[in-house]
């Protein structure tokens, strides 16, 4: 059995327990392995080998296009998102079969020797939302997340900044 300020390893990779997690948040910024989660909501975020994130108040929404079809480049992808945002206590309304763009509350840094993987809960899969987004989390990634956010359902969803989506 590992001690509370050992993280369980696998090989080929490893995950690490709350108890790393909890000490790598402890440690100074400038430390080469400390993990940066901020607003930190509280212990209550913080599962046996996860963090729960939650959803913030910046979204990109789509716009219809003049144009039979999208040809993704650099160039005309901005042109195809219109920013919106939804102030703490609102909500975002997404209509059936769409998606848009949001972020995580959080800000996040990771350090060089650990990367994450974004996965949606199962509470939120009932709900018939996919959070669709490169799942993968770089070591020293610092930021927030980027979240496509799907509603798969045959009706319209509510999302609320600052819930929960997945961890």
């Known amino acids: 059995m590992a001690s509370e300020n050992q993280s369980h390893t696998l090989p080929g ?15 100074p910024v400038t430390d080469d392995e400390s993990l940066v989660i901020t607003p930190m909501f ?21 716009r219809l296009s003049q144009k039979p079809f999208l040809l993704p480049d650099k160039e005309s992808t901005g042109t195809f998102h219109s920013p919106f945002h939804v102030p703490l206590g609102k909500y ?16 996040i840094k990771l350090p060089y020797d650990l990367s994450g993987e974004i996965l949606t809960k199962s509470s939120v899969a009932r709900t018939f939302i996919v959070i669709e987004t490169a ?12 979240l496509e956010i799907a509603n798969v359902s045959s009706t319209p969803i509510l999302l609320y900044p600052d819930g929960q989506l997945g961890n």
């Open 13 to 27: 990779g490893s995950i690490i327990s709350r108890p790393e997690i909890e000490r790598r948040l402890g440690l």
């Open 42 to 62: 509280g212990k209550e975020c913080l599962d046996a080998d996860s963090v729960d994130l939650r959803l913030g108040t910046h979204f990109l929404l789509p």
């Open 92 to 107: 975002l309304v997404v209509p059936a079969h769409q998606t848009v763009l949001g972020s995580t509350l959080e800000f």
């Open 135 to 146: 799942p993968w989390i770089h070591p020293a990634y610092r930021g927030c997340l980027t």
